[in-house]
């Protein structure tokens, strides 16, 4: 009796610790793709007219299959990885503003994406479990990318709207304000990306919680 229920303890820890090595190692494996994507051709479409970003993709999927902190997680890592880009020079707008205000380029890259997958993430584990059911996988890909650019372009404009760089681009739009120099700079894009984001991360995102019986 003692020798079943030893084994019965050591079965549940066993599969406990699988469990738990499982969530990480799928975590580690977005947070891969996530840099990878952000880092490479991988994580744009262009077009003749817009240089497109997915890489909102993978930190929407990592919520979707893993859970939310998988997502904030996620998340965070782009944003990080958009701050060191602003840092060494790699990112125009960015790198441009982080001689202006490091300070306010880390809200813009890391606070921005931080907020854009905390409230998503778990905006999903909310939706999954409502009548929207399979619709919360499109809802989460379209949310992604267009709160990403919602906080990402509102966090600019708080930190940078007044400097001479932005002024500059408020002259050459013809902008009455922040809310029509960021429609006029990223509207069109940020339409296509939410669009594109709802299709691609909702598709893959049912497809894959079926396969792994994440569903």
Do not use: W
Not at 84 to 106: C, D, E, K, Q, R
Not at 135 to 148: D, E, K, Q, R, W
């Amino acid at each position: 009796m003692q020798n079943t229920t030893s084994l019965s303890r050591e079965t549940k820890v066993s599969e406990g610790l699988s469990t738990k090595t499982l969530y990480l190692a799928e975590t580690a494996l977005m947070i891969a793709v996530t840099l990878i994507m952000g880092n490479t051709f991988l994580g744009t479409i262009p077009t003749p007219v817009l240089k497109i970003s997915i890489v909102t993709v993978p930190v929407a999927l990592a919520a979707m299959l893993i859970g939310p902190t998988a997502g904030i997680v996620c998340g965070l890592v782009f944003g990080f990885n958009s701050f060191i880009t602003a840092i060494t020079g790699g990112s125009g707008l960015l790198s441009t503003l982080f001689n202006i205000n490091p300070v306010g380029v880390f809200f813009t890259a890391v606070i921005a994406r931080f907020l854009d997958a905390f409230i998503v993430s778990n905006l999903f584990t909310i939706l999954k479990k409502s009548p929207l059911g399979k619709a919360s996988y499109y809802i989460t890909g379209l949310l992604m990318p267009l709160l990403n650019t919602v906080f990402f372009m509102g966090i600019l404009c708080i930190f940078f709207y007044h400097s001479d760089f932005v002024q500059g681009l408020v002259e050459q739009y013809n902008a009455t304000g922040p809310f029509s120099l960021v429609v006029a700079m990223v509207g069109i894009q940020a339409t296509v990306e939410a669009v594109i984001g709802c299709v691609l991360a909702g598709t893959l995102g049912l497809i894959l919680s079926k396969v792994l019986h994440r569903a």
